[in-house]
């Protein structure tokens, strides 16, 4: 099992920018790939981004495509989200998640472990 730990939510205006921080431990070398989903209230869970650990590939949103980066650094075991240009569509409770799937895929339903949640919340 992986333990996932984000940190890096909070309030800011549209426009503006972010960073999250996600934390992995224990069974990290068993991760293929990590990745952010969101879910806002009333609406379902989304995927946001998602990396692989050895290659990086990556697979974006359309949502999200040219505002936020994702970056990995495998000897912290630790996954970073740049949002940039945020709009009040983007607020929702963001997710850290890690797959040991050794398919690339953006399903949520091919990620084992997920972290508790951090609030993102983009005022008008």
């Known amino acids: 099992q992986v333990q996932l730990v984000e940190s890096g939510g909070g309030l800011v205006q549209a426009g503006g920018s972010l960073r999250l921080s996600c934390a992995a431990s224990?069974?990290?070398?068993?991760?293929?790939?990590m990745g952010w989903f969101r879910q806002a209230p009333g609406k379902e869970r989304e995927v946001v981004v998602i990396?692989?650990?050895?290659?990086?590939?990556?697979y974006y949103a359309d949502s999200v495509k040219g505002r936020f980066t994702i970056s990995r650094d495998n000897a912290k075991n630790t996954v970073y989200l740049l949002m940039n240009s945020l709009k009040p569509e983007d607020t929702a409770v963001y997710y850290c998640?890690?797959?040991?799937?050794?398919?690339?895929?953006?399903?949520?339903?091919?990620?084992?472990?997920w972290g508790q949640g951090t609030q993102v919340t983009v005022s008008s």
């Open positions: 990396i692989s650990r050895i290659i990086g590939n990556t």
């Open positions: 224990g069974r990290t070398s068993s991760t293929n790939a």
């Open positions: 998640a890690a797959s040991s799937s050794r398919y690339f895929s953006e399903s949520d339903s091919d990620f084992d472990s």
